[in-house]
Structure formats: structure tokens, C-alpha cells
């Protein structure tokens, strides 16, 4: 049986109660879903993921909607640690979905890869930061720079797409 949800406990843990009332945001119901889920079935489900079970589709917007910094840290260790090129490749796509601000330390990582499938997931990963406004282009314009000077053709096309899309957004706000 379901054992209850005491959310006086669960706020208090988020810090969303406090003296002068209660206050919470989006990402604060992001954290408390991912507490009630629990970080080993988070980084459990990255591993479902990359394993192509039946099924992974609904992990992988399962973990883009809650985007849980246990299942970065775990796409991040697999891209690091595993030895299986198609579970390494799948960890960092599955991080353009789950990615959030605090991965940009590893996109260069990942645009230096020998693998071409990871470089690509790496423009995808600023790709989609920028695009959900995750980040600000000053945060990425290093890293987009050195993916549209790099090696690979494929890579370089891509974050010129990229840099495309951030001057017709930027041309339609002004």
C-alpha cells in the first residue's frame, strides 16, 4: 500500500515553508517529485534509457519534465565510465532533454569527444538550453563559438544553426 505523502515535511525539506508563510515554484515541484520518485530510481531510470528497454520513450520525458540533477550526474558518469559506445552516445542525447544550466562544464568535454554521435549531442545540449531558455547566450557563446570552428563539418553546421536561430530570435525581439 501507498504510503502517505506528508507534504508539511516535504515543503519544509524544499524550504518552501517558512516564517514569513509559504512560497514555491515550478522547479520547487520538480525537486519534490523527484524526491518522492527517489534518486537511485532516477539514476535507475538513466540506465533503463540507455539500455533501450521497452518502455525508455516514457523515461525519457519522464526525466526531460522533472529534468533531476541525480540523472545528469548519471548520464555524465555513463558518458565518462561506460565502455559501450551506444550507452555513452544515448546518456549524453538523453541530456539534451534532461540537461539544465549546471552541465555547461561538461559540453566542451563533449564537443572534444572522438565520438562524432557525442559531439553532435553536445551542440544539441546548447541547442536546447538556449532554446528553452535555460541559459543566457553569454553563459554558451565560448562554447558555441568553439563548436562552430570545430573539426567536424557536421558539428559546425549544426551550431550555425544554432547561432541562425539566436539571430532571428534576436531579430524578432527588437
Same mark, same amino acid.
Given at each position: 500500500?501507498? +504510503? ?14 517558512? $516564517?514569513?508563510?509559504? =512560497? ?9 517529485? %523527484? ?5 537511485? #530510481? *532516477?539514476? #535507475?531510470?538513466? $540506465? ?8 525508455? +520513450?516514457?523515461?525519457?520525458?519522464? *526525466? %526531460?519534465?522533472?529534468?533531476?540533477? =541525480? ?9 565518462? +565510465?561506460?565502455?559501450?559506445?551506444? !550507452?555513452?552516445? %544515448?546518456?549524453? +542525447? ?18 572534444? $569527444?572522438?565520438?562524432?554521435?557525442? &559531439? *553532435? ?6 541547442? &536546447?538550453? *538556449? ?15 568553439? %563548436?562552430?570552428?570545430? !573539426? =567536424? ?7 550555425? =544553426? ?7 530570435? #534576436?531579430?524578432?525581439?527588437?
Amino acid at each position: 500500500m501507498d +504510503e502517505p505523502v506528508s507534504w508539511n515535511a516535504l515543503a519544509r525539506k524544499l524550504g518552501t515553508v517558512h $516564517d514569513r508563510g509559504e =512560497s514555491a515554484s515550478t522547479e520547487d515541484a520538480r525537486r519534490a517529485v %523527484a524526491m518522492l520518485i527517489g534518486e537511485a #530510481n *532516477l539514476c #535507475n531510470a538513466v $540506465d533503463y534509457y540507455c539500455d533501450k528497454e521497452e518502455g525508455s +520513450e516514457l523515461v525519457r520525458h519522464v *526525466l %526531460a519534465l522533472l529534468r533531476p540533477w =541525480s540523472s545528469m550526474k548519471r548520464c555524465y558518469q555513463i558518458h565518462k +565510465e561506460d565502455e559501450d559506445p551506444a !550507452r555513452r552516445r %544515448a546518456a549524453v +542525447e538523453l541530456l539534451r532533454l534532461v540537461a539544465d544550466k549546471r552541465v555547461i562544464p561538461w559540453i566542451l568535454e563533449f564537443l572534444e $569527444d572522438d565520438d562524432q554521435d557525442i &559531439q *553532435l549531442a553536445g551542440v544539441g545540449i546548447l541547442d &536546447q538550453l *538556449l532554446w528553452r531558455g535555460l541559459v543566457q547566450v553569454e553563459e554558451v557563446e565560448e562554447l558555441l563559438r568553439k %563548436a562552430c570552428t570545430h !573539426r =567536424s563539418e557536421e558539428v559546425r553546421k549544426m551550431a550555425q =544553426s544554432v547561432q541562425e536561430y539566436l539571430q532571428r530570435r #534576436n531579430a524578432g525581439s527588437g
